[in-house]
């Protein structure tokens, strides 16, 4: 059974600080990883997906990293800010065809101005 | 561009009352549907997602049902809830053949 587990549970950083949230799974067989973003008591909001075949993905301050072998995934956060403050969920999908993603419990993310 | 809306936004319910929670697409044809839930300290758990009308796959076996009478409308159900049936519920859309999930803004759902 995929577990995924999602290191640290909460982070606390000062406006600026370049950061790194952590997400490992235990079956290396997926298909894909997605990282997400939750603000409080709102849906998620889709950051980046990274195919198996890919080691890593862009968009804007945001970089993801994938390495399916040892089970591992980054997400880097340049320059943090303080709109950034939200729960990064990060989710597998797995190599099997089905589509039920396994997500993460989260990082809880505050950054101070 | 596409949207998605679930209502309501909060709701609290009774032991043993009926729920429907809808959820509805807007600005896309045939998507694939998905029902989560999220509850208190535990990660999303997926529930039923559905290819295409009248087709529902359960993830989980549970107290809830799902419907889908329309393209882009989908629909949670329960005859009797259950205090354990209490948490944040989130409906997601993909495209057939993509992978990004695209979530709605979620029903928080409170069983007493």
């Known amino acids: 059974k995929q577990e995924v587990t999602q290191i640290p549970a909460a982070l606390s950083v000062p406006e600026g600080e370049n950061l790194v949230l952590n997400c490992s799974f235990t079956d290396s067989a997926i298909y894909n990883l997605q990282w997400f973003r939750q603000d409080p008591g709102k849906g998620l909001t889709s950051l980046l997906l990274i195919q198996s075949s890919q080691r890593e993905q862009t968009s804007g301050r945001l970089n993801a990293s994938l390495d399916k072998s040892s089970g591992r995934s980054t997400l880097y956060i340049a320059a943090s800010q303080p709109g950034d403050s939200a729960t990064y969920l990060c989710a597998v999908r797995p190599g099997t065809g089905r589509r039920a993603l396994t997500f993460g419990s989260g990082t809880r993310l505050q950054v101070q101005p | 561009s596409q949207t998605i809306h679930q209502w309501p936004a909060t709701l609290v319910q009774p032991v043993g009352s009926p729920l429907s929670l809808e959820c509805t697409v807007e600005g896309t044809s045939n998507p694939n549907l998905y029902w989560y839930r999220q509850a208190a300290g535990r990660g999303l758990q997926l529930l039923f997602y559905s290819v295409g009308i009248g087709q529902i796959s359960s993830e989980v076996p549970q107290n809830l049902s799902a419907s889908r009478p329309q393209d882009r409308q989908f629909i949670l159900s329960s005859k009797k809830l259950l205090l354990s049936d209490s948490g944040f519920y989130l409906c997601?859309?993909?495209?057939?053949?993509?992978?990004?999930?695209?979530f709605g803004p979620g029903t928080r759902l409170t069983v007493l």
């Open positions: 997601a859309w993909s495209v057939e053949g993509a992978d990004t999930q695209y």
